[in-house]
């Protein structure tokens, strides 16, 4: 996988975050979630994505390793794609740079052409927080998961809201054509 983004835009990144600094014109600040504070560099189309306290930088670290695994997964599916992703250090921090992806979040069962690429991120994935602000519908209707961070399922169980609204049938159809029954 190419790398995507650079240090120096990291470093700026992670600079605003410290000092709290959400006006900048060459970034725009995209949005928060438990652990992280992420940025869009405008000129670049690459999401900064800065941890919110120490000790995060093994879960940003595992996020780009995740990418990299998953894109391997997913190189021939036609209705998943996953996001180039690359990791930065910056003064002992880990920034993680994500290719910016245009396209809408959707409540679930919005759109049935994202069904199939639903049901393949559930069932190959693994991720245990798929809720549907962690993924959006890009304009080839492909499902691209924008937060690898969240850990695999396991002792959790599946995350079923991914698939919430989905046919137990359609469900076991494509099953069927992946060769998982």
């Given amino acids: 996988m190419t790398r995507i983004g650079n240090r120096t835009h990291a470093r700026i990144a992670s600079e605003l975050h410290s000092a709290d600094i959400w006006d900048n014109p060459e970034f725009v600040p995209l949005g928060s979630g438990a652990s992280r ?19 995060v930088n093994l879960d940003q670290i595992a996020e780009v390793r995740r990418a990299k695994h998953m894109a391997k997964v997913f190189a021939n599916s ?7 992703a690359s990791a930065y250090n910056v003064n002992n921090e880990t920034i993680v740079a994500m290719e910016y992806i245009r396209g809408k979040m959707l409540s679930y069962g919005d759109n049935d052409e994202c069904m199939r ?43 079923y809201r991914l698939i919430e609204g989905i046919p137990n ?8 054509r992946m060769n998982l029954v």
């Fill in 37 to 55: 504070v992420a940025f869009l560099h405008k000129s670049t189309d690459v999401v900064y994505k800065c941890p919110r306290w120490p000790g």
């Fill in 78 to 84: 036609g209705y998943v794609r996953i996001p180039k």
């Fill in 117 to 159: 690429g639903r049901v393949e991120l559930y069932l190959l994935g693994k991720f245990s927080d798929m809720h549907n602000e962690n993924y959006i519908i890009d304009d080839h209707d492909m499902v691209v998961p924008i937060d690898l961070g969240s850990s695999r399922r396991g002792s959790m169980g599946p995350d």
């Fill in 169 to 176: 049938e359609f469900i076991e159809f494509v099953k069927s």
